[in-house]
């Protein structure tokens, strides 16, 4: 069941590589569209199925390439079905925002139909090949989309500085899960087997090394300070799509990483040094919200803000590690903050990027100081984008609040001085918003040279139906959260117990 | 004594049709020529049923006084060769065609690649060179078949070469001779540890500069981008894939079999090898704009990451499975990338290859494929090499070399994506003509060598107990 939601997008993207070049183009992205929504219904399917106590479920195991201790081992818990229905409900929503989209769309597509299943398939990979296999080739496909689509020739510079970036980082994960398996015996490359075994306890200066190279191989792909430089150029050029996929899955594939390999693999260490990660989480949250206060660029202030958000994730797995000081029902809060704090990132932000999207298609630019007084002529899209602004600086009644308070409330009593330096993220976020706004949709209308006499369209269908859609889960996630807490909780709790071992 | 014929089946198929090719050759008229193609292509065919049934009868075995040894490494290692010989055959096809000397081609083929196969094989000193040199004449006539300026000037640096470090080579023969008392690996095992250090560690890298010029390892890799951009392109295929086949394994086998117990550090000077060769490959590979200079030094820094493997030849158990199947998915991969070059005779800088996406998109695909999977990026069958390799060489004890070439590895996705990029650029139009495409063979050999690259990855399964096994003494 689980290797056919992970592998449906790519069947229907062989099928249509496969059929005559006769299709128009919107019968591509009907396909698309149709493709995403079944394989969301069958993840919604198995989230019903889902016993939030029962641990990893729908397991699959088969021997893939023995010899080599690799196997293709797939099955889903608290921490993975959230991610996997986001997900689903990014690419369905990106699937229907690309309806207008005109510029060689068969390509396009089933670029995107790939990515999906190289997302699907990082999530729900229990074992560290199968999930390097689709850590990298995440990255091909997202360099292909940011060169391919993006915004011109510094698309290609964007995207190459993307690929050396993350693909260093992958490569330093690769040399960690060597490391790992050759501490295990018999070797292995299985997370269950190594999670079970914890065959680097006690092994000093080996484990750090390990840690270190998988910590900075996620740490690249999250991205952490000092990681973080390939993601605003990245973000800048892409196009709107690629964008809000890089942001709301791809990052998410670093800090899942962190709470299902690092953590559970290598507790002793993680605890060892709990205090480098968290003080790496706080510097992410000050930095990247300073840093987003200083941009003139739109797209380019909320690629920094994702900096911020990926810092509390940090944070509070590195205060999830930390046992002096707290209880853990606080560290397991934490966690659980961690894994809301992603499904509600990968929400807004990627609502927010669709947005930009919106923005840059009528006027160009995503230059802030180039609009004023836009909510005049476009009422629908100023409402959505104060929304999703308000959303993504953490106002109570949306995902992010309740993330960022399970977030601040598990690691304050473990590392008080960094949450409170973590908290001052929340006040210059809510700054930055709020000055973007006012800059763009209030005062006197004023618009770029390139929109036409005829005055600027506000938001369309599709693109309404794509952003509203992720945002009115993350409001029903903010209103009523726990039918999405009840599943992590318990997962959490399991990770928890890992650690404290 | 074990005089067994029957075991030596591969290479007699291929020397004999290669007589008999020549024969055949000077009889037929021009436009029958291709005869000998097919049965150069039968002979390789043949060689790998032989094979096969050699490795499913469980027969394996030394011949003649212990100087041949067929085991594992022999048996996967004439698959890869034979395999990668039958692609090189197919790619060839459309460029000599009606050639007045296209039997010669053929013949002098299969020719260096009986002598690759022996020197797989070889158990002896004696019998390594012999092999070697076989392996290496016909390719010097191959590298200037198109008997044209560059093709000459090329011919004559490689064979300069190999004449100069054969003569080393065997000069190290005798160094090692003198030292062991015997040629035959098996003795030289007991011999060695008791001889003067200084005698054997001369005679080791005399020997072993034979192999590394077969190899196209640094010091002796000046040859390879002279040789790649004057031959012809299934020529440069050839000689940057198969002789690197045979010397690995032959480099492999001389180390793991004669010197294990010897006092010389040669693990080290192979790790500083393997480090010096990826590193200067993928330096001088950067700003290449000529595809096949680019295809060279890609080649060279490819051999730095085979060469890790024989470092930690005897120090993990691992190392003769991650030489092998890297051999195996670089033999494909580097094929693919050929054939590609073949298939389009016209584009010979990267700019040439601007749009080639939307005008030859299969052959777009290959490329993706196959320069990418030489980066080593999932699932292909390069990435299963790197990770055994890489494997190896940490459990062996050179993580430094591990993480050398993990930095390596990032810098060669530099100058791969730099073909990549124009590949799939729509702003400029190529330069009408410079996406014609050759013929049907070439293509066909592309596809082959892309998917076999990539089912080395994906089914690596089937293949990785294939190449576990004890080498015979």
Redesign the interface.
Known sequence: MLSIVTFLPLLVCAALLLWPRTLPDLAYTWAWIVTAAVDLALVIVLWVGFDSHGGMQYEQRV??????G?GYHVGVDGLSLPLVALTCLLFLAVAVYSLRETR?VRPYVCLFLFLQTVSLGLFVALDL?LF??FF??SI?GMF?VI??WGHG?RA?AAA?KF??YT??GS??L??GF??L??AADPHTFDIVDLTRTDPLAGRGLYAGLVLLAIGVGLAVKTPTVPFHTWLPPAHTDAPATGSAILAGVLLKMGTYGFVRIAMPLLPGTWRHYALVITIIGVVSVVYGALVALAQTDFKRMIAYTSVNHMGYIVLAIGAAGTLAGSDAQARSLAVTGAVTQMISHGLITGALFLLSGVLYDRGQTYAIGAYSGLAAHTPRFAAVTAVAAFAGLGIPGFSGFIAEFQIFTGSLASQAIATAIAVTGILITAALFLRALRAMFLGAPRLPQAISAAGVTDLRSSEAISSVSLLALALAIGVVPRWLLDVIEPASRAVIGLVAR | MNENLTALIPEMALLGTAVLGLLAGSWLPRRRQWIVAVLAAAACTTALIATALTMTGGREQTVFSHTFAIDTATDVGRLIVLGALLLVIAMSVETVRGHRREAEYWVLLLLSGGGTLAMIGANDLLMLFAAYLLASIPAYALAGFAKDARGTEAALKYYLMGALLGTTMLAGTALLYGAGHATLYRQLRAALPAAPYGLVAVGLIATLAGLLFKAGAVPAHFWVPDVTDGAPTPIAAYVTTLPKIGALIAVYRLLHQALAGSGVNWPLLLAILAAVTMTLGNLAAFFQTSVKRLLAYSTISQVGYLLMALAVATRTDVAQRGLLVYLAAYAATNIAVFAVATELPHAHTLADYRGLARDRPGLAGVLVVCLLGLVGTPPTGVFLGKLEVFTATVNGGYTWLAALAVANTVASLFYYLRWLAPVFSISRPATVGDHTVLGRWAAASAYTAATLSLLLGIAGGALLPLTTGPLLP
Do not use: H
Request: glycine residues 10%; positive net charge.
């Open positions: 021997r893939w390439i023995p010899g080599a690799v060689r090949i390097f296999v990298d080739l091909v292909f060169a391919g020739e290609r190459l690929f050396l693909f260093t490569l330093a690769l040399l060597i490391g398996y050759l």
